[in-house]
């Protein structure tokens, strides 16, 4: 089965990756001509690990050495600084989880994961501008200058402006959410007096509008800052697009003393806003399907949206390799209806934006395993490839 993969993000890697240890043909398809330090920090929560984990051995190593592992998370009041919930993670969530919470930059996780692909798997440079998806094979078309490709089956890893999306179902705009996300990176140094430096907290502000996340980065050596606030008419979706630190510190001026210590030490900040989509109600068509934010992208309040991307990877990885005589179609379709309702799920409760306000009660999402979750493939359908 020859498998063609468009975008080398996260999703995108880790699915080439598994698909290559279960022995597929795979093309990743990028349209970046090289790869870079562009993308905001990562938080891998324990069932993002674990499904690294069972990708490759290397994958997980190496990211423990890179990253940091938050020792608790916690939601705080923005004026009080009072704590509404704390759950343990570090050693604790290993222990109960089967994997560690990790934070590491989008950067060292692409690399982790690209170093372990052939040479011949990525394709740099190859912008893709439509699809054909044809009864027996998928011809892919590149504005790039390349010639087309064919495939038997093809992921749409691109992202919120998925090309192939778009091909599938026609084009939709994806929803402006009115606000803005603002980050920065703070060496540890500078806060010598600020506490939970080690921990991913969380700090609630007076409003559905002001959040502000921050969990250490490189080993504990750095604080990565992750705000959010409302702003009607700047939509700009570039996370390279560059914010005055003084407008940043402004937003937060009424948060507790803790958070003005932070900001302050803020040099370069990077803002961004933020776009949503309703649930689809499909995601597959014949040979072709979507993974990861081109088909549910979230609001990053619940840190999931490369987790998310990981899970399908792991998912679609099985559904493709998984049983015997089974068309490609059907394969797609039991991909989607292991992963709809979850990813459904955690789009509309990201957007609400009130988990683990309070409470600890995680579990439903930590303890997810896309390595063992059911799938519903046929046994009698012969394969149609």
């Known amino acids: 089965m020859k498998t063609a993969i468009a975008g080398g ?53 190496t990211l423990r050495t890179t990253g940091a592992r938050p020792r608790r998370r916690l939601s705080r009041r923005w004026d009080s600084g009072e704590v509404t919930s704390d759950l343990p993670m570090g050693d604790s969530a290993e222990e109960r989880y089967g994997a560690p919470q990790l934070t590491v930059h989008r950067a060292s996780l692409l690399d982790a994961l690209r170093v372990l692909l052939p040479d011949d ?40 402006h998925s090309v192939v999306r778009d091909s599938l179902f026609g084009e939709q705009d994806a929803e402006y959410t009115g606000l803005v996300a603002y980050r920065t990176v703070v060496p540890g140094s500078r806060l010598p007096g600020v506490p939970n430096l080690d921990s991913f907290t969380k700090w609630w502000g007076p409003d559905s509008e002001r959040q502000l996340v921050t969990f250490p980065l490189n080993r504990g050596q750095d604080l990565f800052v992750f705000a959010t606030a409302g702003e009607e008419e700047w939509t700009a979706e570039s996370w390279t697009t560059t914010a005055n630190a003084t407008e940043f510190r402004e937003q937060y001026a009424d948060f507790h003393p803790e958070v003005a210590e932070i900001l302050g030490a803020c040099d370069q900040v990077m803002k961004s806003a933020l776009r949503v989509r309703d649930p689809m109600p499909r995601w597959s068509d014949n040979r072709v399907t979507l993974l990861g934010d081109a088909c549910h992208p979230m609001t990053p309040f619940m840190a999931q949206g490369a987790g998310q991307a990981i899970e399908d990877a792991v998912v679609l990885c099985r559904a493709l390799t998984e049983g015997s005589d089974v068309s490609v179609p059907a ?29 600890d009660e995680a579990d439903w999402l930590y303890d997810y395993d896309a390595w063992n979750v059911p799938l519903a493939l046929p046994t009698t359908e012969r394969s149609q490839q």
């Open 121 to 160: 798997v990525l394709h740099l440079g190859h912008r893709l501008d439509h699809v054909e998806n044809l009864d027996d094979r998928v011809r892919l078309h590149f504005s790039s200058g390349q010639p087309p490709v064919e495939a038997d089956v093809l992921v749409g890893a691109d992202g919120i």
């Open 9 to 61: 993000g996260v999703g995108g890697l880790a699915l080439a990756l598994g698909l290559i240890q279960r022995g597929v043909d795979v093309a990743v398809y990028e349209q970046a001509p090289e790869f870079g330090q562009v993308g905001a920090d990562v938080n891998l929560t324990p069932n993002s690990t674990r499904a690294l984990d069972g990708l490759h051995t290397e994958v997980g190593a």
């Open 331 to 359: 394969r797609l379709r039991a991909y989607e209806e292991a992963r709809h309702e979850r990813t459904a799920r955690i789009q509309l409760t990201s957007r609400a934006n009130d988990w683990l306000k309070s409470g």
